[in-house]
């Protein structure tokens, strides 16, 4: 099955009305898109989505991964100037264990929350994770 027959067996209609964009892995169909991944690719989508937004997490949340000495007080004080994206590299920079920081807000959040657009959910077809984008 491809990703394109998951979903649209997912949306019950047929594959001829998904269409591909030109982005990757990402499909109009139904008046919306739709971004289909396999269980690695979503991972790994979501990996990168959350290192790329470290600077908009939880400042408690922050604090519990991060290095000895640098606690939720330290964390909203740099989120305090308001460089947002721009403190993205300093608040990563913090992080005790990468892999366990991004699995960590995988288990709280869901990869959903990280790669839909939409409403924040995860669904699925045979092989394929689908997430909404508008």
């Not at 269409?19 to 139904?30: K, Q, S």
């Not at 939720?72 to 994206?85: F, H, L, S």
């Not at 409403?119 to 394929?128: A, L, Q, V």
Request: with cysteine; glycine share 6%; aromatic share 10%.
């Amino acid at each position: 099955m491809t990703k394109q027959d998951a979903l649209a067996k997912y949306l019950g209609i047929e594959a001829v009305d998904v269409e591909e964009t030109r982005a990757e892995n990402v499909f109009d169909a139904d008046g919306s898109e739709y971004l289909v991944l396999t269980d690695g690719e979503a991972y790994e989508k979501a990996r990168e989505s959350i290192l790329e937004s470290v600077w908009a997490f939880n400042p408690d949340f922050l604090a519990a991964h991060a290095r000895e000495g640098i606690d939720a007080d330290v964390i909203k004080a740099i989120q305090a100037n308001d460089r947002c994206e721009g403190n993205n590299k300093a608040l990563t920079a913090l992080i005790q264990d990468v892999d366990h920081f991004v699995n960590d807000a995988i288990s709280s959040d869901g990869r959903g929350h990280f790669l839909n657009t939409y409403d924040g959910e995860e669904n699925w077809e045979s092989d394929f994770f689908i997430y909404m984008m508008n």
